[in-house]
């Protein structure tokens, strides 16, 4: 499909505010990176209302590694069996496909972009955390609001930092400049502004590069600022809401925080204060269980955040937010 001369502007004058480096090797990044092959099978299953649990049992046999971490996270304290699961079968009735989905797609990026290895004073498994909370905060609320489909809004969460994702793990040393002008006391966007290293932009470069579909793309692209989108504001403001919120869970990045109006927001995604209120308390009850299962995903030591309560409780009285941009 060819796109418009609007698009086709809006990506020149993006292309034109990236670092020449950065911009030279997106193309490369985009052919040499793709999701496992057990991922992309796992996700065309779930999305098929015709599969059924031996259908994904057969898959994930093929990865006796997944298949492991499938039965270890259903015997989380998360799931509060009375007896442990041993088996592939039962592992993937307890989690459930709507579960199964989340964990295939996280699982899969983690795989693809190793945070492991991270300039100093940056927290690579805080950024997938982060990435985490905003892609299942983003299906539930598609799923309270009829904004969007589940598995739209939980992808476009997943992907919203993918430009964030590609410069710590892809471009290093140029995130390391940037870091060091933070450290200097310029903002992370006037640092990555004046560095040609815009996450957003980036990320919905590499996403074109990808052929990822046009809601992804700017959802990555506007989610600080949705009311730009073009065409997918209501995916777009409910991933802005959705990483506002990650932030107060205890899920943040280490960006500086941006306004987020809710006179826009709420409007958008015809969804009232009341509702928004009662979504805030059930996270307070949701988000601090679900975060150790989280970790065990990433394969990492928990870490306790204490202060999730004081948080969301400041929110539900509020009329604007705070949205975090990161870590």
Known sequence: MTDSPQVNSLVD???SAIDPQVLHRLPDIGRLVSLPKTTYT??????????LPSDLEKVLEQDPALAAKVISLSNS???SLESPVSSLHRAILVIGFKELEFMAMGLGLSETFDLSQVPAGFDGEGLWLHSLAVSWIARELAAITGVAEASEAMITGLLHELGLIILVSKFPLQFQQLLELVSAGMSFFEAEAALGLKHGAIGFLLARNWNLPEIFQEGILYHHNPEEAPRHQKVAALVALADNLAHKAGFPMKMETLDLDLSFILPTLSLPVEKLQNFIKDLMVTMPRI?????QMMKSAPKPDRGVKARFQSLLGAGKFKASGHP
Do not use: G, K
Not at 42 to 51: A, C, R
């Open 77 to 79: 304290a998360f799931y």
């Open 13 to 15: 004058d993006l292309e």
């Open 42 to 51: 796992l996700l065309s299953l779930l999305v098929d209302e015709n599969t």
């Open 291 to 295: 975060q150790p299962i989280w970790i």
